[in-house]
């Protein structure tokens, strides 16, 4: 007479062998296979149980045998995917700082007027510099003309002739227009000296000001 609950707990822990023994070589898997099949085969209902409990997990009978033949599968390679790194702003970045002193100091040389108001441009829109630095750097030339300048008007106030000298002004004291002319030139001069003065302050600076 037939253990139909024998062959239906063979035919289950069979099955479930045969799942977990799919990636194992044929040879091993069947090998593996043919073997436990024939230790429950011809056990009532009790000893199957008995004996399944005794061979363990179908799982871990196939990751042993895969061990044992050197087969074991690769464990799966996970990639994660990693966001894109946001691309800083070119105001953000010191080149564009540099560029923008360089222009600023020494653009008119190239491009007379224009190149000055381009380096303006790149200053000020740089965050590499605070704004007082910026300032200084811009007005400072303009500044120290408007000074002079000022001057030049007092002087032209206080060295007109008068009637007592014959309508002669003073030779030893400079024209006005020389002391504004002498403004322009300095002016000149310490735009370039602004800008390596910016460029000064850029030391140790790697990343913009918040």
Known sequence: MIDLE??????DYLSRLDAAIADLPWRVANELRSG???????LDAAA??????????P??????AGEESGSTPPAP??????APVAKPPAVDAKWFAIVGALALGFGS?????GGWIIGIGLVTSSRFWRRWEKAVAILLPFGVWALVYAASAVAKLIWVTTPDDGGASNPLLPAS??????????????????????????????????
């Open 59 to 64: 799982a871990q009978i196939a990751a042993a």
């Open 36 to 42: 436990i099949a024939e230790e429950l085969d011809g």
């Open 6 to 11: 024998a062959q239906q707990l063979r035919e």
């Open 177 to 210: 227009y020389d002391l504004a002319r002498s403004g322009f030139i300095i002016a000149l001069v310490l735009i370039p000296v602004g800008a390596l003065w910016l460029l000064w302050r850029l030391r140790g600076r790697d990343a913009p000001l918040r």
């Open 109 to 113: 040389l190239l491009f007379p007027v």
């Open 48 to 57: 199957v149980r008995a004996r399944i409990a005794q061979l363990g997990d």
């Open 77 to 82: 390679v996970v990639v994660v995917a990693q």
